[in-house]
């Protein structure tokens, strides 16, 4: 699982989220957004962050913090994204993930105030 993670967390720093989504997420993940439901499918997920990721013009993406126990795994991003009217958006993310069979089933992701 461990080379599924790295692989993970290189793909999202390199701003690749539309492809790990594909790649990484169960067909019926659960997706959670700061407490409330984002998507219930890897295909619902991919279609609300594809408009996101088409106006991003620069990722700048550094993993912050990592931490594996067992299938539940918590990553934190600090995100620097620039959108294509040059704004620039920073923030700091928290993903925890429960991945089973080289899938992430559930994840919750937590905005972090820095």
């Known amino acids: ?3 599924e993670i790295d692989d993970y967390v290189a793909m999202n720093i390199s701003g690749k989220v539309l ?5 990484y997420y169960d067909d019926r993940v659960l997706m959670l957004n700061n407490g409330v439901v ?3 499918s890897m295909r619902e997920s991919y279609d609300k962050q594809k408009g996101f ?4 013009k620069e990722f700048d993406i550094k993993l912050v913090s990592s931490e594996i126990k067992s299938n539940l795994v ?4 600090l995100y620097k994204m620039t959108g294509h009217d040059l704004k620039v958006n920073e923030f700091i ?3 925890v993930q ?5 899938k992430i089933v559930r994840e919750e ?3 972090i105030n820095s």
Not at 53 to 56: A, C, K
């Open 53 to 56: 990721v088409g106006s991003v």
């Open 19 to 23: 492809e790990l989504c594909e790649k």
């Open 38 to 40: 984002f998507a219930r």
């Open 93 to 95: 993310g928290k993903h």
């Open 74 to 77: 918590e990553l934190t991003f």
């Open 1 to 3: 699982m461990q080379q």
């Open 98 to 102: 429960t991945w089973q069979f080289g």
């Open 109 to 111: 992701y937590v905005s």
